[in-house]
């Protein structure tokens, strides 16, 4: 019985949680600068330094320098973290822009799309899950903890970037 009561609130606190970074995720409004400028800037090349700014070779590094001190490790894993929080919150940020504009898109369409409006949803809500423990290994990390890898939420974004480019009419590419 206790078993069955501890299934049903994690049960009930993963539905609620699910919901709430899907409101979170929907109820965003990001501008939506849509042209070809905006997508070029949405390259994943603004993105590349997340992938190092937690890497343990930095602080393997500061270790092995003279005059070492541990706080200088937890000084600099702090920093990075912040550096990384602000990559993350633009990454956040871009994501948003990408599904609005495919919302747009869809819209739009002379066509029903239901395959692309459940890859949204499914997009959203695994990017939200995704954000969210990136942000718990980021503290973890910050204390000396644990490693960050954003790799699959990087290819998560990218796939949706892509998936954009794909979409925007031809007409909007020769504008520009």
């Known amino acids: 019985m206790t ?45 590349r330094p997340m992938m190092r700014l937690l890497d343990s070779d930095d602080l393997e590094f500061l270790k092995s320098t003279p005059g070492f001190q541990p706080e200088m490790a937890s000084r600099l894993r702090k920093e990075r973290c912040q550096i990384f929080r602000s990559y993350l919150k633009c990454l956040e940020s871009d994501f948003q822009r990408v599904c609005c504009a495919l919302k747009i898109l869809m819209m739009q369409a002379d066509q029903d799309r239901p395959d692309l409006a459940s890859l949204l949803l499914r997009s959203q809500i695994a990017f939200g899950w995704g954000v969210l423990a990136i942000q718990f290994r980021a503290t973890l990390y910050s204390y000396g903890i644990g490693t960050v890898d954003v790799k699959a939420l990087l290819k998560q974004f990218d796939a949706m970037r892509l998936e954009l480019g794909n979409l925007t009419p031809v007409s909007m590419a020769s504008a520009a």
């Open 3 to 47: 078993l069955l009561v501890a299934v049903v609130t994690l049960s009930a606190v993963a539905l609620g949680v699910t919901l709430f970074v899907v409101f979170r995720l929907a109820s965003a409004r990001p501008s939506l600068p849509v042209n070809l400028e905006w997508l070029e800037e949405l390259s994943m090349e603004r993105y």
